[in-house]
């Protein structure tokens, strides 16, 4: 493969939690409304299925070349170019350190087509049995830069980091059901949910959940979180999100521990979940797909929007 395809391929899958989020993303993108994901050896093995509309034969391997994304055609298309980044690049990215097969099937076609490319080098595309939608496999991960390997945690430490991921993209997508399977052993099945506070109940496993929700000007909060009463020991608890994406954001995550004040005991931390909405020129989200980090245009509107979301419940109930 070019050069140029394994450095990209460097900043999108450092590690195998990215390249899984890059491909459960394409599945939610293609409409899939199960996705059913398995992952082996620390996510150097990883099958993605999903039910979505699948790919025209012809399409498979252009789906491989960099750039080449089939979702932004026009300019008003700007934004999600802005937001999601590096559009047409996870899969030919993909492909260049590992081996993908790649199956789909449209609705109305009569078999499913499969491409195998192997380190950026494609074979024939083969006529096979399956259902509509697509499956990609993706088998030896940076097996042709053993450099690339070192860098690879543990893998009970690349296992968590997937299984992290996916709860935050299942929490983002409840009416998608998700189906998680570790080393062959099913470990989370989360079938599509009608609102995002029964995602939260039905993934946090936390009951009961109170909601609350806030707006200061043009930015909107909505938070879905526990009673004081039932805390964690970490900050790893509290899920933020802006634009429906997931984000890392330490000024948010103060203003979730903020509105708990004076109902927490030191070393106790908050379990909620925030959803921050605003007009989409008013906030960056980091086109990095690696990072996941927000710039709000007015940063304190954000802050307060959120603890707000959180406080008009928490002082009014009777804890
Ligand atoms: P992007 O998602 O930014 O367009 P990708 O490299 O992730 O770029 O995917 C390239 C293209 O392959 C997509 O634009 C889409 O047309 C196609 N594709 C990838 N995964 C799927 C999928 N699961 N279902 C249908 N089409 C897909
Ligand atoms: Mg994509």
């Known amino acids: 493969p070019e050069v140029v395809d394994q450095i990209a391929a460097g900043e999108v899958v450092e590690r195998p939690a990215h390249l899984v989020k890059e491909l459960v993303e394409n599945s939610i993108d293609a409409g899939a409304t199960r996705v059913h994901i398995e992952f082996f050896d620390g996510g150097r093995i990883v099958k993605v299925i999903d039910n979505g509309k699948g790919m025209a034969p012809e399409d498979l391997p252009k789906s491989l070349e960099r750039f080449a994304t089939s979702k932004i055609s026009k300019t008003d298309d700007l934004w999600s170019l802005k937001t999601f980044g590096f ?13 993908l097969t790649i199956t789909s099937r449209r609705e109305g076609d009569e078999q499913a087509h499969q491409l195998i490319c192997e ?70 099945f989360w079938p599509a949910c009608k609102t995002r506070k029964d ?4 993934i946090l496993e936390i009951k009961p959940l109170f909601e609350g929700e806030a707006s200061r000007e043009n930015v909107k909060a909505y938070a879905v979180f526990a ?18 994406r997931w984000i890392q954001d330490r000024s948010l995550q103060a ?21 921050v909405e605003t007009d989409p020129d008013c906030v960056d989200v980091n086109i990095h797909p690696t990072k996941s980090q927000v710039k709000f245009q007015n940063a304190s509107l954000a802050f307060r929007a959120v603890a707000a979301s959180l406080r008009g419940t928490l002082e009014q109930a009777p804890w």
């Open 199 to 202: 995602r939260v109940e039905q």
């Open 227 to 244: 009673d004081p009463h039932n805390v964690a020991k970490t900050a790893k608890n509290i899920w933020l999100f802006a634009q429906n």
């Open 255 to 275: 203003a979730v521990n903020e509105a708990y004040r004076s109902l927490l005991m030191h070393g106790e931390y908050p379990i909620a979940v925030v959803w």
């Open 119 to 188: 380190y950026g080098k494609k074979r024939d595309i083969d006529k096979v049995g399956g259902s509509q939608g697509t499956t990609i496999l993706m088998e030896n991960l940076f097996d042709n830069t053993p450099a690339r390997l070192k860098f690879l945690k543990s893998d009970a430490a690349e296992n968590g980091a997937i299984k992290t991921t996916l709860k935050a993209m299942a929490l983002s997508h409840y009416n998608v059901e998700i189906r998680i399977q570790e080393n062959g052993k099913l470990v989370s």
């Open 87 to 99: 559009r047409g690049e996870a899969l030919a990215s993909i492909s260049a350190v590992s081996k």
